[in-house]
Nanobody
Framework: QVQLVESGGGLVPAGGSLNLSCAAS????????MGWHRQAPGKQRDLVAL???????VYAESVKGRFTISRDNATNTVYLQMNSLKPEDTFVYLC???????????????WGQGTQVTVSS
């Protein structure tokens, strides 16, 4: 069983910054990728940023140049530094991890509970 514990989020004025973090805990796991999606009520989840095991990063076009994802492999923690925030960045942000269980080699997707980010105009 893998748990994702998120922190960060909150209310910030337009142009401000926030930092989200997400720590994965559990045994027998190897993380293939970790990142963040965001979701509005009743809408689909959209990828924000992802960091793959190799270190390669992927960003949504709408956040390129403003958001930076980073990873601490020692603690299985991923960070999302969000700068120059806009009102349209207001969403619930959900941590995501694609994990391989070492003993079985089976791969699973896990999601955090989500953290609200609200950017006021």
């Amino acid at each position: 069983q893998v748990q994702l514990v998120e922190s960060g989020g909150g209310l910030v004025p337009a142009g401000g910054s926030l930092n989200l973090s997400c720590a994965a805990s559990g045994s027998d796991l190897s993380i293939n990728a970790m990142g963040w999606h965001r979701q509005a009520p009743g809408k689909q989840r959209d990828l924000v940023a992802l960091v793959i095991q190799s270190g390669r990063t992927v960003y949504a076009e709408s956040v390129k140049g403003r958001f930076t994802i980073s990873r601490d492999n020692a603690t299985n923690t991923v960070y999302l530094q969000m700068n120059s925030l806009k009102p349209e960045d207001t969403f619930v942000y959900l941590c995501y991890a694609n994990v391989r269980l070492v003993s079985t080699s089976r791969v699973y997707d896990y999601w955090g509970q989500g953290t609200q980010v609200t950017v006021s105009s």
